[in-house]
């Protein structure tokens, strides 16, 4: 079997198509090489290595030394230098590279094949000293850092001294001889904490680093990253090794970053930074402030080192051709490494590029403008859960801010929280229910928990390409970098900034949008949806079957539910109505009353607001349908549990202490979820039932009235079981429409169904079907009665239960499609034949999650029904489900 695969100087065993095998980075490098980019020579060691490598208790099998040689040989052909060679010695890079770019993986090591004779050699050919011993300190202090894990404090101190002992402000000023001292101390360092000399030998640096790369793979770092991101741990990373191209030779030499398009706002316009007579992530690291790649940002940021377009116009002419050709070949916006050495340019990577929600609105509308990729290909591009970070509340223009400074707009949105200022605590508040703000210098893949724990990230170094903004960008998280004047000392828990502390725990607002840090907390207004949303979202209708409703009771719900696009409700729920502070006195006289007439009493001052409640709704929803679905939950959930509450609420009710006490005792349950609720109450009160469904057909036809639109009520029994449960209430809710059409005179079209939540309302739908005219999935009680797993007290076990595999995700979350998707099925397929065209819906939490909507897709269901927010998720969701 064969492990390594080559590319560049004319030959590429791989490309783009190959991920899975070479990793993003090792497959998109055969690729650029194969169509004809300038890429330095090497190869890569696949991900099946990895695996095997982990199979074998963590030894390489010997016939990859072979073949290694040969890659190294390669390397040796196209760049005519060799490794180890004294005179004019070859360098590499190790580079990790999984499937997904992965933070958590260990980082590059550059520079590999320098020792202290190789230097020698490097500087001659070179003829430049200081570039050959700048280069070997680098390579010992990352190699001691990510292959020997040593205390890299000690290395970046050691430098330090180096740069003050002299004077000197940047570490371009240390002087050859400066660099050939601080390699000698570096070499000591090493001895004195590894224990063994730094490895000469550059065969053993190179085994050194490919093993550190596959022992990353299980770090604990990305560990955690891959169970944040559902990567599973059997995918294994590849390993790059690839000869060195240096933008370090001095100025006419560089390296950048560069996206072909605005990740933050999508714009069409070439993004990046780049510094000149730097190497690797320097630029990343915010060791010196990177200058702008165009003129025009340089421009509009009103800063003053020169642009790349200024200052290396010919370089940057051809980069930018690089940037076209690369967006049209892979059809999406790319995330591009490059490096200049002596004004030749070399392409180190390209990735398609994360980016914001609105961004990639953006990008995909505009892209599918061009011709570049079709409508269907820019609805499948946005990934609906993205679109939460635009639905969400931004900064009220109008609010008073206390800006404490301003940073970056590294990753736009807004959020107030606790300043933190290391991750675990913010991870520890956030558990504890608090928003955090995570505050660091900067950010690196060990603070990943963190920023995942954050509702905003705050960095004093770094640009826009920093660690920070990427993995916040990602995240979906608002971020602001690079606030320079703000100082964080961490041993006494404060953030200075202009003449003020924050200490931890103390409110502090981002706003990643314009760059703003601000004192205290900021109101939020509701975003405008740009025209890219409409666009995508008016494409997304036309290829979707699935209807999309929503789940709302208020007439503000409702509303909001309609601007994003609802195509009516899928299920109100009529409680929530009553749990309205006027209102519950009577709903509490109607649960107290010792018999019918009582109840009924108490019943009818409760139709007048019930029906103005539904005025309010059809209203909103005129011409739509709306599921509403009649009392639900047991009745003691409206009765008072504190002792401190008996008093009053006997007196409002006009009842005395005891009997409030005795009826409350009464109706207490030890399993509510499965006691006297849902149409259990109807049939022993059909009374209660009656006047919701006088309610509703008395609102319906006065809305028809005003406005000439008929709203189509839906009326929905919950918890049904049994046919004939479904036929008792059935008969009350017709008797009721019969008696309101007899009154007014009129009659409006109506539909009586039921909830699908039970396993034998499931099983039973053939005979339900004979009475329900629709059915909507109430997957939350279907999911807690299949499962046997009670939503409210499952926290305790349920996320060991996912951690362990049992349950893949979250089953309230994520639709559990195995087992209670089989139910789904059956019971559509028995409803169907029963009732040929049965109106079908789901109404449960997972009518907003694109993986349970894909299934109901699948299943074919008429409907969706998802809370307002998620409305537009879920038609997103849908469209992509119908591609
Ligand atoms: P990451 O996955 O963290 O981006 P990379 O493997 O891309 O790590 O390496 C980081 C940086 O190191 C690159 O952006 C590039 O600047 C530099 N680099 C990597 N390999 C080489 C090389 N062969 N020559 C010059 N620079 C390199
Ligand atoms: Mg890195
Ligand atoms: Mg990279």
Known sequence: QRYVYRFGGGVSDGGKGDRNLLGGKGANLAEMASIGLPVPPGFTISTEMCTRYYDEGGRFPDSLRDEVAAGIAHIEGVTGKMFGDKADPLLVSVRSGARASMPGMMDTVLNLGLNDQTVEGLAATSGDARFAWDSYRRFIQMYSDVVLELDHGAFEEALEIAKEDNGYFLDTDLTADDLRKLVAEYKALVEQQWGKPFPQDVHDQLWGAVGAVFGSWQSERAKVYRRLNDIPAAWGTAVNIQAMVFGNMGDTSATGVAFTRDPAKGDRAYYGEFLINAQGEDVVAGIRTPQYLTKAAKDAAAAKPASMEEAMPETFTELAKVFDLLETHYRDMQDIEFTVQQGKLWMLQTRSGKRTAKAALKIAVEMAEEGLITREEAIARVE????????????????????????????????????????????????????????????????????????????????????????????????????????????????????????????????????????????????????????????????????????????????????????????????????????????????????????????????????????????????????????????????????????????????????????????????????????????????????????????????????????????????????????????????????????????????????????????????????????????????????????????????????????????????????????????????????????????????????????????????????????????????????
């Open 384 to 883: 609906p859960q993205a679109l939460d970070q635009l639905l969400h509340p931004t900064l009220d223009p109008k609010a008073v801010r206390d800006v404490l400074t301003k940073g970056l707009p590294a990753s736009p949105g807004a959020a107030s929280g606790a300043a933190v200022f290391d991750s675990d605590t913010a991870e520890k508040r956030a558990a504890a229910g608090d928003s955090v703000i995570l505050i660091r210098v900067e950010t690196s893949p060990e603070d990943i928990h963190g920023m995942h724990a954050a509702k905003g990230i705050l960095t004093a170094r770094g640009g826009m390409t920093s660690h920070a903004a990427v993995v916040a960008r990602g995240m979906g998280r608002p971020c602001v970098s690079g606030a320079g004047s703000i100082s964080i000392d961490i041993k006494a828990r404060v953030m200075r900034v202009g003449g003020r502390e924050i200490a931890e725990g103390d409110i502090v607002t981002i706003d990643g949008t314009t760059g703003e840090v601000m004192a205290g907390a900021v109101p939020t207004v509701q975003p405008e949806l740009s025209g890219d949303f409409g666009t995508l979202m008016g494409w997304a209708d036309e290829v979707r079957r699935l209807k999309v409703r929503a789940n709302a009771e208020t007439p503000l719900d409702a509303k909001t539910a309609r601007e994003f696009g609802a195509e009516g409700i899928g299920l109100c729920r009529t409680e929530h109505m009553f749990f309205d502070a006027e209102r519950i006195t009577n709903v509490r006289q109607m649960i107290l009353a010792e018999d019918e007439a009582g109840r009924r009493a108490a019943l009818a001052k409760l139709l007048p607001e019930q029906r103005s409640d539904f005025v309010q709704l059809f209203e909103v929803m005129a011409g739509l349908p709306v599921t509403i679905r009649l009392l639900d939950p047991p009745l003691h959930e409206f009765l008072p549990h504190e002792e401190a509450e008996f008093a009053e609420v006997a007196s409002a009710a006009g009842v005395d202490i005891d009997t409030l006490k005795r009826r409350a005792a009464e109706l207490h349950e030890f399993n509510p979820m499965l006691g006297h609720r849902g149409c259990r109450l109807g049939v022993t009160y059909p009374e209660i039932y009656e006047m919701q469904a006088r309610a509703i057909f008395e609102a319906a036809i006065e809305v028809a009235e005003k406005s000439g639109a008929a709203p189509i009520p839906e009326v929905m029994i919950p918890l049904v079981g049994t046919r004939r449960e479904l036929e008792l209430m059935k008969i009350v809710v017709d008797q009721a429409a019969q008696a309101v059409f007899a009154d007014k005179g009129r009659t409006i079209e109506y539909l009586v169904g039921t909830m699908i939540e039970l396993p034998r309302a499931a099983l039973m739908a053939g005979e339900i079907a004979e009475v329900g005219e629709f059915f909507s999935f109430g997957t939350n009680d279907l999911t807690q009665t299949t499962l046997g797993v009670s939503r409210d007290d499952a926290a305790r076990f349920l996320g060991v239960y996912v951690e362990k595999g049992i349950y893949a995700k979250d089953p309230f979350v994520s639709l559990d499609v195995e087992g209670v998707g089989q139910l789904i099925e059956l019971a559509a397929e028995r409803g169907r034949k029963t009732r040929a065209g049965i109106k079908l819906g789901i109404c449960g939490e997972h009518g907003g999650d694109p993986a349970s909507i894909a299934f109901c897709e699948q299943t074919g269901l008429d409907y969706v029904s998802a809370s307002p927010y998620r409305v537009p998720i879920a038609r997103l969701a849908a469209a992509q489900a119908a591609l």
